[in-house]
């Protein structure tokens, strides 16, 4: 697909969510979207993003990288996931990325524990179902909860999941915010002008930074580029699904079965990122902004 196919990018593509929800500049984006995401629960007036890759401790622990974290005006913090496709560990991925948060806060010894955590919260845009479905709503909410009286036992940690084909609202059918929103992000790619029913300034704000026209040429090949990853990225994990599985048949575990699969899908990725870096190299792009889209490293694009 060319980004000239349609007027508006998809809000759903790695480069799409980014550019949208991740600027700086256009941070009141990600914050009316967290307070439609949140009403009723907190009020967030400002945030600030924070580095998105967090290294173990140890060479040997593994190292997470989040889409988005920002950090909210009362020092809670948010990762920010978009799925496009479901895979067998994604529960226990959203887990560990909070607890590395968690860890990272590096609380000082208290014996009395006199210092409060801050409150950490992950929220995941799926264009999936999840297989753990808890209810038809297309809002999952998560916390810590007694499972024999239902209430809550901490508030402070929670999930929340966005599970995009549960909504089957039209236009004219909008009541919430937050209806607007998902609204927004199942059917900007197709839309050719701001519904009506979308009237507030930020919304007009995404629309216009949303637009292909406004890309720069780097932006609008990064996109392309992401685009056709995409579209290859379920053959390519299930590729790395039949690696993983014979590696795992070859040691006889189930661990290595899942290793198999990790490992496929990472060289996968980094397979990508060459083609892409291959193909801006041969358009004469600077070398420090092919580094700045693909993650690679300088020496690894000019050895390409």
Known sequence: ?????????????DFGFKHLFGSEPNKEIMIAFLNALFEGEKHITDIIYNPTEI????REHKKVSFDLLCTGDNGEQFIVEMQRADHDNF??????????????QKLKSNRHWEVKMKEVFLIAILDFNMKNCLSDHYLQSISLV????????????GFKFLEL??????EDELETELDKWVYLLKHMHSLDQIPKYLDKRVFEKIFN?????????EQQFVYDSILQREEDDYSRLKSAERRGMREGIEKGKEEGIEQGIERGMEQGKHE????IARKMKEDNF???KIARFTALSIEEIESL
């Open 286 to 288: 600077e070398l420090i």
């Open 209 to 217: 930074i949303a637009e292909m026209k406004k890309l720069s040429p």
């Open 55 to 58: 290294a173990g401790d140890e």
């Open 165 to 170: 084909p549960k909504f089957g609202k039209k």
């Open 91 to 104: 529960e226990d991925r959203c887990i560990f990325y909070l607890s590395r948060l968690i860890h990272q």
């Open 272 to 275: 990508t990122a060459l083609v």
């Open 146 to 157: 007694n499972t024999g009286t239902g209430k809550i036992f901490h508030n402070g940690l």
């Open 1 to 13: 697909m060319s980004a000239s196919t349609n007027k508006y990018i998809d809000p759903l593509s």
